[in-house]
């Protein structure tokens, strides 16, 4: 192995360098998980006594509007997470960032579980109002892509064995897929949909009472907690599942270094 | 509480949420402890990373 120069040694590491060490990474977050969950768990706990006992029903969709509190953000944090695995893939392909790899890993089945409960919960919130629990139109049609294209980032990462080669066929498909978000945020707006058009994030403030505003954003701010807290737990069980790795390569290695050194003896 | 005609709709969609999140959350805990363990085997064998040495 080639000597570390000189300056690499005496080089103060910047900020990304510090935070870029797995092992920084796992003294951090084991700090912060706790602390992180807990927030999560409460701010939750608190949308959802809004939900049962404070919030009105809607004028128009009556107690139904209860579905749309965990639909809007389910629906926010399955983009959220495909949007974490797009910069974690530039950051990968990139920067060759360390855990860049271990954080769109870690982001894929939690934002596909989000994906999946804004469909879930879109269809059950659709029967009792628009008559169907599901349209293929634009705007469902492209949520349940975005869902596949999560699909597909774990199928292909768990098709290759050698885990370099996953992580950047994976950052490569996680990178051209990332074109689903503008497609679902703009799908209201460039298509005839049955969906309704942007009404809290939009031109001109949001367009729902604040009765039933404030709950919905207390449980948004609750579930993207939650979903930083999934995605840093994610992240510490997968720089452990490497630091596994690395230790079993080691052992083999040790194993047959002893079987030479013995064959050497002997003979 | 009175969820009014759809209730069952707001009760199932609320169930959704919270049987994926806490399949997600076990799921994730059961990860973790599993690879601490393998960790902590591997470390009691005197397996050391090459890094460690």
């Keep these: ?267 | 509480m009175d969820l009014g005609p759809h209730a069952a709709f707001i009760w199932a969609s609320y169930g959704a949420v919270a049987f994926v999140l806490v399949v997600l959350l076990v799921w994730l805990i059961w990860d973790g402890r599993r690879q601490l363990r393998l960790l902590h085997e591997l470390e009691q064998r005197g397996v050391r990373r090459r890094s460690g040495r």
């Design chain 1, 1 to 267: 192995m080639k000597p570390m120069s000189t300056d690499a040694q005496t080089t103060p590491q910047s900020l990304t360098q510090r935070l870029a060490n797995p092992t920084r990474f796992m003294e951090l977050s084991g700090v912060i998980l706790p602390w992180l969950s807990a927030l999560a768990a409460g701010i939750i706990l608190y949308g959802l006594y809004l939900t049962f006992f404070v919030a009105p029903p809607d004028y128009q969709q009556g107690e139904t509007v209860k579905i749309m509190f965990i639909h809007v953000p389910s629906a926010w944090l399955g983009m959220m997470g495909y949007a974490m695995i797009a910069i974690s893939s530039f950051g990968l392909l990139v920067f060759r960032h360390p855990l860049a790899d271990v954080s769109a890993k870690a982001a894929a089945p939690i934002g596909a579980a989000f994906t999946l409960l804004a469909l879930i919960t879109g269809s059950l919130w659709g029967k009792p109002m628009w008559g169907t629990y599901w349209v293929w139109d634009a705007r469902l049609t492209s949520v349940l892509i975005l869902f596949f294209l999560y699909l597909g980032l774990m199928a292909l990462r768990s098709s290759l064995d050698d885990e370099a080669l996953a992580a950047k066929q994976t950052a490569v498909l996680g990178l051209a897929g990332v074109v689903i978000l503008p497609i679902i945020k703009f799908s209201v707006d460039w298509w005839n949909t049955l969906h309704q058009p942007a009404s809290v994030v939009k031109m001109g403030g949001p367009a729902i009472h604040p009765s039933i505003l404030y709950p919905l954003i207390i449980n948004a701010v609750g579930f993207s907690i939650l979903f930083l807290a999934l995605h840093m737990k994610g992240m510490r069980n997968e720089v452990l599942r490497r630091r596994v790795k690395a230790l079993r390569m080691a052992e083999v290695e040790q194993a047959a270094r002893g079987r030479e050194a013995s064959t050497a003896a002997s003979g």
